[in-house]
């Protein structure tokens, strides 16, 4: 049986990252939705209808991995985001972390065409998140939504959604998603700035190759899906030429 104390430590953990979240302005009333996978079929999740500032550890939902809710506190549900959080856990079983926010600059390129930030522009964004690529739109708390995500989910730890924000995840856990979120969204800053002053410049094939070479002799886990992304070139789609 669940209670309000079970997975007390991670909930607070969860809870403390939905508080920053907040004061970062990565997300307004209850906006956005974070989880964290606490066990191979147990994650921890936020509710529908409370603001983020708001958050602490007994109002913190938990579902299983099929996203069927096993505990939520009275008068609270999960939130209707659950479904594409539960298939990122189901389909990458590397993910531990999930946070969905709608930061300004980052949401403003999720509504452009602009695929810039799908470049290479700055060393460590590209080791740690690599590609930001936008996910066509789809109606939130859909299955079609899910099914977006999913196409490009092996691809990258970070998403735009089109038209509505950005998804990011780590394995280390909801508060290293929410440290790339908050790398993304100054990265979106710079590459905003670079673009007003103009002549902006990706780093080149032959250094991305090196960023490469640092993850292999390091054993460094690549951004992506541990089981499709060997190659940095390759994820940034880049000939060595
Ligand atoms: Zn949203």
Redesign the pocket.
Known sequence: MYTQQSFWKEKTELAEACQRCAELGYVTSS??NLSIRVSENEILITPTKTPKRCISAEHICVIDLNGKTLYAPEGLAPTG?TPFHVRMYQKRADINGVV?A?PSVLTGFAITNNDMLTKPFLPEPIIEIGPIITVPYET?LTDELSDNIEKFLPLSNGFLLEN??AVFCSGKGVMDALDMLQMAEEMAKSVFVANVLGNAKTITPYYVKKLDDVLHVRSLKMPGDPNRVTSLVELYNIGEN
């Open positions: 906006g956005g985001e969905h709608h939130p509505h924000g």
